[in-house]
Structure formats: C-alpha cells, structure tokens
Nanobody, 124 residues
C-alpha cells in the first residue's frame, strides 16, 4: 500500500499562487496514476487534475485549464499541483489520490488511495 500526505495549502488573495505537494510513502509513487481532487462543503468531490504514472498524459477540469499544472517527480516520490491566478471559487479542501494503472480515472471511485486533504482558501 501507499500512503499519501498533502501539504502546501493555505490562504491567499485572488490572483495569488500556491503549490500543493503530495508525498508518498510505503511504496514508490511511480507505479500509480495520481489525481488531485477538491471538495467544498455541500458540493461533490471533483477531479481537478490527473497525471499518468509515466507522466505522459494529463487531465484538467475545464475551470482550471491554463491556471493549474500537475507534475510529478518520481525520484522524490512526490506529485505537485501548481496553482496560479487563484480565484475565490478555487476555495476547497484538496486531496491527492492514487490509482493502480496508467488510465486517467475521472471519478473518485477509480482511485484506491487517498490523502487526508489540505485546505486552500482564496479571498477576494
């Protein structure tokens, strides 16, 4: 099994940037596709971005395209989410999740392992 720990969340003003990190332990993250999800209270958890285990394919939800970038450093056993031009509607708890295999799973049910989440708050 792999354990995932998110970090890098915080409070920023609109237009600011944050970089989230998802550090893996227990097993190399290089064999997993990793996704970043977010959830605001009262809303469903949505996939924000995902990256295949080889890093050759990525997915972004429409609302973050051009602003967020997902990347991975398998040597550091870490996946990142660089978030630029943040908006108040980006406010949520952000979770990283890992799934076995190279397919970019869109639904949360596709993912096998989850971190505990990190809060991102964007003020206007």
């Amino acid at each position: 099994q792999v354990q995932l720990v998110e970090s890098g969340g915080g409070s920023v003003q609109a237009g600011g940037s944050l970089r989230l990190s998802c550090a893996a332990s227990g097993r190399t993250i290089s064999v997993y596709t990793v996704g970043w999800f977010r959830q605001d209270p009262g809303k469903e958890r949505e996939l924000v971005a995902a990256i295949s285990w080889k890093g050759t394919r990525t997915y972004y939800t429409e609302s973050v395209k051009g602003r967020f970038t997902i990347s991975r450093d398998n040597a550091k056993n870490t996946v990142y989410l660089q978030m630029n031009s943040l908006k108040p509607e980006d406010t949520a708890v952000y979770y990283c999740a890992a799934k076995v295999g190279d397919g970019l799973g869109i639904g949360q049910d596709s993912y096998d392992y989850w971190g505990q989440g990190t809060q991102v708050t964007v003020s206007s």
